[in-house]
């Protein structure tokens, strides 16, 4: 029987199982090529830990491995009921609540590496993170994408750790009560968009009016396993402050609310790294709390040892 201990939060709805202990060993170097190792070698492990019967398909996993150097405090491979991802905002917030419910980081600014580049999250005193997320950026404006009804959207292509495709004029209700049409219409979005020459759009979001008082803007976020976010997706944040600043809608440093779709908030600002290249490191601060603690047992004759897949 092998044993894998995780402990579990959430950050604004978005669960997160972070592996403290067990499973295959990792020996440190390049979070990318640690990523790819995970990958090829150890998939079935990534499966067991987010998957059902002990998963299921919302929960993102957070592996902490060694970091290539002494200055990050871990480096972090984050994954989820399909496959890995680059950088996960809320899964970061949860790492960072973890090591602090451990007693392995106090408040303070912590460095942790990511396979798409090193990231700083500060934990405030009352249990809070900023996020320093990697630099952010749109890459192309209004793309044109037709619906199964002939009717067209347009979307925003840009990079927060993840690739995005931001849309505003899909026309349904960003409501709780209306998930299963805005599953299908940014599933049907990105379909289109990964065959037709962006290939590498993994995450969909859907805008809309807000309906938290002092909200900016409230959306959906379909991630590529076809589960929705319920937090305002913290790489879908950044990309989506990249996109502002790219039009000139926000100035750094002001704060953008970002309310997801249970009606969560991200607090989210930003500063240029590189105004003529759109270039921008976003901050997002939210909150985790932790919810359990637990042993994940892998028995070699459970049929479902490594997770349905
Ligand atoms: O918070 O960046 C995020 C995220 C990505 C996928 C789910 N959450």
Same mark, same amino acid.
């Given at each position: 029987m092998?044993?894998?201990?995780?402990?579990?939060?959430h950050?604004?709805?978005?669960?997160?199982?972070?592996?403290?202990?067990?499973?295959?060993e990792?020996?440190?170097?390049?979070?990318?090529?640690?990523?790819?190792?995970?990958?090829?070698r150890?998939?079935q492990?990534?499966?067991a830990?987010?998957?059902?019967p002990r998963?299921s398909?919302?929960?993102?996993?957070?592996?902490?491995?060694?970091?290539?150097t002494?200055?990050?405090?871990?480096?972090v491979?984050f994954?989820n009921?399909v496959?890995?991802?680059?950088? #996960? /905002?809320? !899964?970061?917030i949860?790492?960072? &609540?973890? *090591?602090?419910?451990? $007693?392995?980081?106090? =408040?303070?600014?912590h460095l942790?590496?990511?396979?798409?580049?090193?990231?700083?999250?500060?934990?405030?005193?009352?249990?809070?993170?900023?996020?320093?997320?990697?630099?952010?950026?749109?890459?192309?404006?209004?793309?044109?994408?037709?619906?199964?009804?002939g009717?067209?959207?347009?979307?925003?292509?840009?990079?927060?750790g993840?690739?995005?495709?931001?849309?505003?004029?899909?026309?349904?209700?960003?409501?709780?009560d209306?998930?299963?049409?805005?599953?299908?219409?940014a599933?049907?979005?990105?379909?289109?968009?990964?065959?037709?020459?962006?290939?590498?759009?993994?995450?969909?979001?859907?805008?809309?009016?807000?309906?938290?008082?002092?909200?900016d803007?409230?959306?959906?976020?379909?991630?590529?396993?076809?589960?929705?976010?319920?937090?305002? #997706? /913290?790489? !879908?944040?950044?990309?989506?402050? &990249?996109? *502002?600043a790219?039009? $000139?809608?926000?100035? =750094?440093g002001?704060?953008?609310h970002?309310?997801?779709?249970?009606?969560?908030?991200?607090?989210?600002?930003?500063?240029?790294?590189?105004?003529?290249?759109?270039?921008?490191v976003?901050?997002?601060?939210?909150?985790?709390?932790?919810t359990?603690?637990?042993?994940l047992?892998?028995d070699?004759?459970?049929?479902?040892?490594?997770?349905?897949?």
């Amino acid at each position: 029987m092998e044993r894998i201990q995780v402990i579990d939060s959430h950050t604004a709805g978005e669960p997160t199982r972070v592996v403290i202990a067990g499973g295959p060993e990792f020996h440190g170097g390049d979070l990318f090529a640690q990523r790819a190792g995970f990958s090829t070698r150890f998939d079935q492990y990534r499966s067991a830990v987010v998957n059902e019967p002990r998963g299921s398909d919302v929960l993102v996993g957070a592996w902490l491995v060694p970091a290539s150097t002494s200055e990050a405090a871990c480096g972090v491979i984050f994954f989820n009921n399909v496959g890995m991802l680059g950088m #996960c /905002g809320h !899964g970061l917030i949860g790492v960072v &609540a973890t *090591l602090a419910h451990l $007693g392995r980081i106090e =408040p303070g600014r912590h460095l942790f590496e990511t396979a798409v580049g090193t990231v700083a999250a500060t934990l405030r005193d009352d249990g809070r993170v900023a996020l320093e997320n990697v630099e952010s950026y749109r890459q192309a404006a209004d793309i044109p994408v037709p619906l199964p009804d002939g009717n067209f959207v347009h979307g925003d292509l840009a990079w927060g750790g993840n690739w995005f495709l931001l849309v505003s004029d899909h026309g349904l209700g960003v409501r709780l009560d209306n998930v299963e049409a805005l599953t299908a219409r940014a599933w049907s979005i990105r379909q289109y968009v990964n065959a037709n020459g962006y290939p590498e759009v993994d995450h969909i979001e859907l805008f809309g009016p807000p309906t938290r008082p002092g909200a900016d803007s409230k959306s959906f976020v379909l991630c590529p396993g076809k589960a929705y976010d319920r937090s305002p #997706c /913290g790489t !879908g944040t950044s990309a989506k402050l &990249a996109c *502002l600043a790219a039009r $000139g809608e926000l100035p =750094p440093g002001e704060v953008w609310h970002q309310e997801s779709i249970v009606g969560t908030e991200f607090e989210a600002s930003y500063r240029w790294v590189d105004e003529s290249r759109g270039l921008i490191v976003p901050t997002i601060v939210g909150r985790a709390f932790i919810t359990g603690e637990a042993t994940l047992l892998l028995d070699p004759h459970d049929p479902f040892c490594h997770g349905i897949r």
